[in-house]
């Protein structure tokens, strides 16, 4: 359970694509404090398990660039991309921390389903490949997160703007959340809402 004391901290929402991923960051009185993008991964390739990985057991070899490599070369590969993807959590978590002059308690990250336990089996798995690249940058950003101390929660993207609702009070969610992005300014997507969303959900701003 999050402390009163850390439940006034401010909250950061992630909306990711593939190693990207958009921070947006609000206050516990419901203040958006920041907004930025950032990338896990730099000169690697961004989905070894779906690509790399899939090549490796035979799967979509007749695809453009596809290239068949030894399924120990996908594995290696995918610890790679792993560790660099932690790094770049940590460095960019650190960087936020230092931008916000606020405490941050907690961060909100999309729900990932259940992947099986190893990285080949993850691999091999038709459906488990599709997703599980994704799992594992969100899991470097809670990962990095939980280092910090901050509170991790995991969000229903369906659910997550009725959870903020709930959190403030507000029957019209879509256009509070849209007023935000009004006072920082363009751009202000899909992408954005839905992070700024997770935060209001995750900062329990009505028992602040």
Do not use: C
């Not at 004391?5 to 206050?27: F, H, M, Y």
């Not at 703007?161 to 019209?172: E, M, Q, S, T, V």
């Amino acid at each position: 359970m999050v402390s009163a004391r850390n439940r006034k901290g401010a909250a950061v929402g992630v909306a990711e694509n593939g190693n990207s991923a958009v921070l947006v960051t609000v206050g516990h009185d419901g203040k958006l404090l920041d907004r930025r993008s950032i990338d896990l991964t730099e000169g690697l390739p961004t989905h070894p398990h779906h690509h790399e990985g899939s090549w490796a057991v035979g799967r979509y070899l007749n695809t453009p660039g596809a290239r068949a490599l030894p399924l120990a070369d996908a594995i290696a590969l995918v610890e790679r991309v792993r560790e660099a993807a932690s790094r770049g959590a940590q460095e960019a978590l650190d960087a936020l921390a230092k931008a916000v002059d606020v405490q941050i308690a907690h961060i909100s990250l999309r729900v990932s389903p259940e992947l099986p336990p190893t990285v080949e089996e993850r691999i091999r798995d038709n459906r488990a490949q599709t997703f599980a690249d994704t799992a594992m940058y969100r899991d470097a950003i809670a990962d990095a997160a939980k280092a910090r101390g901050w509170a991790v929660h995991w969000y229903d993207r369906d659910r997550v703007f009725h959870d903020a609702a709930k959190a403030i009070g507000k029957k019209d969610i879509e256009a509070f959340v849209q007023t935000l992005g009004k006072n920082m300014g363009p751009p202000w997507q899909a992408k954005h809402k839905l992070a700024a969303a997770a935060a209001i959900a995750a900062s329990s701003l009505s028992s602040a």
